[in-house]
């Protein structure tokens, strides 16, 4: 159990999960080139001591690995777990309440405590550019806080247990933002901040804002859980950490008394700035939007602060490894949240939001009828509207019958829906819809569409091992690559605006129709790069989930409409980068070079094995 972030470094250390790099380090791209390098290559957490134009410390690739992250947690996670199956069914501890005894009681003594209002405060009031002003990818608007918890309470019912813990990425500088006085807060209407702007606005006063940094790891890892109802992100920092969450108040903020960093401040109603861009977890640079200015109040430093981040960029990343220990913790709670669902799995390397694999269950049809999609039609459009689901594009959705399934299993599960699937009858498609705000596919900010994509029943087709002859030898298409059994990619010409892209397919509908059948290849994507496509699974699920719009970007070979309903023989997914797209992220050539140095023979990181 830590009491803080040192504790947590020290422990790291001599358990030989953490090296100190000494050499001096640019914030500016050439520590988030070092850690992605690291992070790649399965390295420890780093703890940059020389941090160029500030005398504190900085510490990433905590949680690189999930071994670290349960390594962090081994003295608490058994128990968090079980207290969180027993808020998803309370049941349990009525059946056997003396086995879940300890458990309560740990439940119990982890409530926030506040400490006496006069106490002091064991921190330094600094600057915002006291702080390690870390710019993650070259075209960044300015330097980000990564892993920040931000605190707000409701203006309706104050109090620490009526308090969301968020975490929104902080833009430091940059933009129009005035040095020291301002920052920016990214983040979505619906989130828990939100709400309490939204009452906040409505009550036309301020809402008080306070960013802790740093502190006991569980206090981090709490800021991104999705909790049972009832249950505090507070609440949950406590019972991760075995440390009871400590704070004071100082001008009426609310203060961390273990972060490391704590800035305070107000939003005001309607008071927004251009924030971004900013290299983002989809692996493109998310733009520049407004988003709500924190006017800074006050900003406070323990003397041997040290500040954690991480970087953001196409998956895997460290990120990942959040949402691995969130589905650990919290696996169960799908099932009760969602009657009928067996898991859902949000695809990492499609960059978590845009699609999502499931597997439901299948009740409505007898089997000795037509064996097809009822019940999980259902169930998608319950996934669709539940929290951070509803940001999905695709969902891909089955249910059981004789063979076990496992959704993380990707190439697999997919597989088993290609063999199945009925596309005159199996595609759902939700237009003129919402859209997370990150995702540049669609047709304006948080715009977009969704497509269900559900099978059920016998199998229906052998999937292509080969290209198959009708993919060949067409005009204005060339290159056709395997990626996987059913899906193959074919390079097109170079995206200019829909109305062409319309042409252009009723081409290659028209062509293949002509050869002949592809049965046996029932989805084809449409790219710029076939050979990059086909290279790995991670590359297919990338570029083509995170550059398509259903709506929009999805064709079929032999389409037709039937009452409203569309369908066809082939899927065809315009996967192109399209003009309106986001750039993706490219590492700086330059720092590249520049980084070298730490991992030399005699330098920090010689032992980390990078490419």
Same mark, same amino acid.
């Given at each position: ?39 790649? #290559? ?95 990818? =070259? ?233 097809? =999609? ?118 097109? =010409? ?55 719009? =259903? ?30 797209? #986001? ?29």
């Amino acid at each position: 159990m830590y009491q803080n972030l040192e504790d947590c470094i020290i422990d790291l250390e001599k358990n030989g999960h953490l090296v100190r790099v000494k050499e001096e380090v640019d914030p500016h791209l050439e520590m988030a080139a070092i850690h992605l390098k690291v992070y790649e #290559a399965g390295g420890p957490a780093l703890l940059f001591e020389n941090v160029k134009g500030s005398k504190f410390k900085a510490v990433s690739n905590l949680f690189g690995t999930i071994e670290r992250s349960k390594f962090i947690f081994r003295s608490t996670w058994d128990s968090v777990q079980t207290v969180i199956a027993l808020r998803n069914d309370p049941i349990k501890a009525l059946k056997n309440p003396l086995k879940h005894v300890k458990t309560g009681l740990a439940a119990s003594t982890a409530l926030p405590v506040k400490k006496n209002k006069n106490a002091p405060v064991t921190m330094e009031e600094i600057s915002i550019e006291d702080i390690p002003s870390i710019q993650h990818w =070259p075209m960044d608007g300015g330097a980000f806080i990564t892993l920040p918890q931000v605190y707000t309470e409701d203006p309706e019912k104050p109090g620490i247990m009526n308090s969301n813990l968020g975490m929104y990425r902080v833009q430091l500088n940059g933009n129009d933002y005035e040095t020291n006085k301002e920052i920016g807060l990214h983040y979505q209407i619906h989130r828990g901040i939100g709400v309490h702007q939204a009452k906040a606005n409505k009550l036309g006063k301020p809402l008080k804002v306070s960013i802790f940094i740093g502190g006991p790891p569980a206090h981090t890892l709490s800021s991104v859980m999705p909790l049972p109802e009832g249950m505090s992100e507070m609440t949950f920092a406590g019972l991760l950490a075995g440390r009871r969450f400590r704070y004071s108040y100082i001008d009426g903020y609310c203060i961390s008394n273990d972060a490391d960093f704590v800035i305070t401040g107000e939003i005001h109603p309607n008071d927004t700035k251009p924030e971004g861009p900013f290299g983002d977890h989809l692996g493109y640079y998310s733009l520049t939007h407004s988003f709500p200015v924190m006017k800074v109040h006050k900003v406070y430093a323990k003397s041997n602060a040290i500040l954690p981040f991480t970087v953001v960029g196409r998956p895997p990343q460290e990120d990942t490894v959040f949402g691995e220990m969130i589905h650990e913790l919290t696996g169960g709670a799908v099932k009760q949240e969602l009657p009928g669902v067996k898991e859902v799995h949000a695809v990492d390397a499609a960059g978590v939001h845009p699609l999502l694999f499931a597997i439901g269950s299948e009740r409505y049809t007898p089997y000795q009828q037509v064996k097809q =999609p009822t019940e999980i039609l259902t169930i998608a459009n319950k996934i669709l509207g539940t929290g951070q689901l509803s940001l999905a594009k695709f969902l891909f959705i089955t249910a059981e019958e004789d063979i076990p399934l496992n959704s993380h299993d990707e190439t697999a599960f997919l597989k088993y829906i290609l063999e199945r699937i009925d596309l005159k009858r199996d595609l759902h498609f939700y237009t003129n819809t919402t859209m997370d705000t990150l995702d540049y596919s669609g047709t304006g900010l948080n715009q977009g569409s969704k497509v269900v994509i559900a099978a059920f029943g016998d199998k229906k087709r052998e999937l292509c091992t080969d290209v198959p002859d009708g993919l060949k030898d067409i005009s204005k298409f060339g290159n056709p690559q395997l990626v996987m059994p059913g899906v193959v990619a074919i390079e097109g =010409p170079e995206f200019q605006n829909y109305d062409l892209a319309q042409k252009e397919l009723k081409e290659l509908d028209d062509t293949i129709q002509a050869k002949g059948s592809v049965e046996s290849c029932p989805m084809i994507v449409l790219c710029d790069d076939s050979t990059f496509m086909s290279a790995t699974d991670k590359n297919f699920l990338w570029a083509t989930f995170t550059r398509s719009n =259903p709506s929009h970007d999805i064709y079929g070979v032999n389409s037709s409409y039937e009452n409203k309903h569309w369908s066809c023989e082939t899927m065809i997914i315009d996967a192109r980068i399209k003009t309106h797209h #986001a750039p993706p992220l490219v590492e700086d050539p330059g720092v590249e070079k520049q980084i070298e140095r730490v991992f030399t023979k005699g330098a920090s990181l010689e032992g980390v094995k990078v490419q």
